[in-house]
């Protein structure tokens, strides 16, 4: 048996500025409106 067998697997979208900052006090470090509507349409519905 491997240590990895019957677990889940997880996956995660992260992005991060050149500070390798994904966020602070609850925002973004930066605002694209049209990437966070890919993003909302990517993800909505998705587990």
Do not use: C
């Not at 500025?17 to 609850?26: C, H, L, P, S, T």
């Not at 909302?40 to 519905?45: I, M």
């Amino acid at each position: 048996m491997t240590p990895t067998e019957g677990k889940p697997t997880r996956a995660a979208i992260v992005a991060m500025n050149a500070a390798q900052v994904i966020g602070r006090d609850g925002t973004l470090p930066w605002h694209y409106s049209e990437d966070l509507k890919r993003f909302k349409r990517l993800t909505t519905g998705s587990t």
